[in-house]
């Protein structure tokens, strides 16, 4: 068992700047590979980033690189996805996942543990 809770979600006009951290507790946190993903109302649930269980391979949506950075940090159990240059499109209940069955995805299923998800509003 994984449980996964994020936090840093909140309101940032256009062109801001926001740092989304996710604490990971139950298994040993290099086991496992994870991600962030959004949805936005009426959206489906899509992928932002992944990284490898070391920490050595990360992953972006299109949209997200350049823009969005993804990181890990063993000692504290945490994974946290910087984002820069948000975008009013860019708001979303965010969500991280982690992965104890394959290596990092952009598929949804693949993901078996789910944080509650943070909300990010962007202002224009």
């Known amino acids: 068992q994984v449980q996964l809770v994020e936090s840093g979600g909140g309101l940032v006009q256009a062109g801001g700047s926001l740092t989304l951290s996710c604490a990971a507790s139950?298994?040993?946190?290099?086991?496992?590979?994870m991600g962030w993903f959004r949805q936005a109302p009426g959206k489906e649930r899509e992928f932002v980033a992944a990284?490898?269980?070391?920490?050595?391979?990360?992953y972006y949506a299109d949209s997200m690189k350049g823009r969005f950075t993804i990181s890990r940090a063993s000692a504290r159990n945490t994974v946290y996805l910087q984002m820069f240059s948000l975008k009013p499109e860019d708001t979303a209940v965010y969500y991280c996942?982690?992965?104890?069955?394959?290596?990092?995805?952009?598929?949804?299923?693949?993901?078996?543990?789910w944080g509650q998800g943070t909300q990010v509003t962007v202002s224009s």
């Open positions: 996942a982690a992965t104890t069955k394959t290596d990092w995805s952009t598929w949804r299923y693949d993901y078996d543990y």
């Open positions: 139950g298994r040993t946190f290099t086991t496992f590979d």
């Open positions: 990284i490898s269980r070391s920490g050595g391979g990360t």
